[in-house]
Structure formats: C-alpha cells, structure tokens
C-alpha cells in the first residue's frame, strides 16, 4: 500500500513550544506558484495570506532561539497586527510530502496574544 502524499499532523502550540512566545514578524499575500503575480487562493476562492512567526527552539546548552516560519492562512483580509507582536495560532497544522520530506504549516487564524 502507497503512502500518501500529504500527512496532515495538528501541532499543541503550547506544548510544543512550552509556553515561549511565538513573534510575528511579517504578514504578506501568498502568491500564486503558477500565476507568480496574483495571490493564492484557496479551494474556496478565499486569499492566502503568509504570516511570519518567529518560533522558539531551545539551542546550545539551552539558550532561547528562534526560526522564522511562514504559516499559511485564509482570510479575507490581511490580519491586522502590528510586527513584533507576540501571537497565538489557531489549529496549526504541519503537513509533510512523503516524496521529497518538505514541511509547511498551516492555521486558521493569527491572533494576538491576550496579556495575563
């Protein structure tokens, strides 16, 4: 039996992040691969948007690092938070090609983090 070719895993944010912030840095429009000059759309026809999270890691010995990570989401418009903002993503999904090992990630919706 052939594996697929997608594997869609929901991710914990916060355990898998163990409760560090996640940053957003940018949030641009997806772009078409094919098209190249017309943002993406998904299978409803509602825009894709790429947000920009910087995401925590531990590293050496320890010490706090972050990846930047693009997460794919639709929305009608772009969401409205400023850079540097610390984040939540909701119902993030990483999905790995079987083929070639790629990773992206996806959610429903970034949102601002409430304060405590």
């Known amino acids: 039996m052939a594996l697929p070719k997608t594997v869609i895993t929901a991710v914990d944010v ?3 992040f163990r409760g560090l912030p996640l940053i957003l840095t940018l949030v641009a ?3 078409d691969f094919e098209k190249k000059t017309e943002q993406a759309r998904n299978a409803q026809g509602v825009p894709l948007w790429e947000a920009h999270v910087a ?13 930047v990570c ?3 989401i639709a929305a009608p418009d772009a969401p409205a938070i400023a850079p540097s903002t610390p984040v939540d993503l909701v119902a993030l ?3 790995t090609n079987t083929t070639n090992g790629r990773v992206s990630f996806s959610a429903e919706t970034v949102r601002p983090l409430k304060a405590a």
């Open 55 to 67: 995401l925590p890691f531990e590293g050496y010995q320890g010490a706090p690092n972050y990846v």
């Open 14 to 16: 916060r355990l898998t």
């Open 93 to 95: 999904k990483q999905r």
């Open 70 to 72: 693009p997460i794919v």
């Open 29 to 31: 429009p997806r772009m």
